[in-house]
C-alpha cells in the first residue's frame, strides 16, 4: 500500500470512494469532500496495486483560545472502499496526515467520529481536555482531538467549524423527532 498526497486525476475516484464507503450518505459526504478541498489542507489517498483505495482529507478550522484564533486541522472525511474495510488502510492514512501535520507545524487535530476507532489511533475525548465542541449535537466522546509536538497548554477553548461544514449540514447528528 501507498500513501500520498491527492492530485486532480484521483478526484473521481475518491469520489467514488466516499459514495461507496458511506452508503445512503455517500453523496453528500462526497460532495463536502468537494467543498473542503477547494479550501486547500492535506488530502491523503491509499493505494493498493495502483487503484486508489482509501481517502483521507485535513481541512482547516479555527480554535478559539482565549489568547488568540489558532488554525487547526479537521480530519473529514475518511473513506476506505467496503470491501476492505478491517485492512489498517484507515488507520494507515490517518497515522501518516498526523505525521506530515506535525511536521507542518499543526498544534492539533480535531474530528467527530466513533471513539472505539480513533482512540486507537490516539485520539482523545475533546471535552476531557478542555475544549468545547462547536455544536450540542455532537455526542461528547464522539468529539475527539489530538495534539501534536507544537501544543501549547493555553491553546484551549471551542473549536470553530469552517463554513463548508455548516452549508453542507455535515456537524453532529440531527434528531429528526425534535
Known amino acids: 500500500m501507498e500513501i500520498r498526497e491527492e492530485v486532480p486525476a484521483d478526484h473521481a475516484t475518491v469520489r467514488r470512494v466516499h459514495e461507496a464507503a458511506f452508503g445512503d450518505h455517500g453523496v453528500k ?19 493498493v496495486d495502483g487503484a486508489v ?45 498526523l505525521e506530515i501535520l506535525d511536521e507542518r507545524g499543526a498544534p492539533l487535530v480535531f474530528l467527530e467520529g466513533d471513539p472505539g476507532f480513533y482512540s486507537r489511533a490516539g485520539f482523545k475525548t475533546g471535552g476531557d481536555l478542555g475544549f468545547r465542541k462547536p455544536s450540542l449535537r455532537i455526542p461528547d466522546g464522539a468529539f475527539q482531538v489530538y495534539p501534536l509536538a507544537a501544543y501549547e497548554d493555553w491553546m484551549t477553548g ?12 455535515s456537524v453532529g447528528l440531527r434528531d429528526p423527532q425534535a
Not at 479550501?39 to 489517498?45: A, F, K, P, Q, R
Not at 471551542?158 to 449540514?169: A, C, G, I, N, R
Request: a negative charge; proline letters at 7%; hydrophobic letters at 45%.
Open 53 to 97: 483505495v482509501g481517502h483521507v482529507m485535513f481541512s482547516t478550522s479555527l480554535l478559539d483560545a482565549p489568547r488568540k484564533l489558532v488554525e487547526v486541522p479537521v480530519l473529514s472525511p475518511i473513506g476506505v472502499l467496503p470491501e476492505l474495510h478491517g485492512n489498517g488502510i484507515g488507520s494507515a492514512l490517518i497515522r501518516r496526515g
Open 29 to 47: 459526504v462526497a460532495d463536502l469532500n468537494e467543498a473542503l478541498r477547494r479550501m486547500g489542507g492535506l488530502s491523503l489517498v491509499a493505494e
Open 158 to 169: 471551542t473549536l470553530v467549524y469552517s463554513p463548508v461544514f455548516w452549508e453542507h449540514d
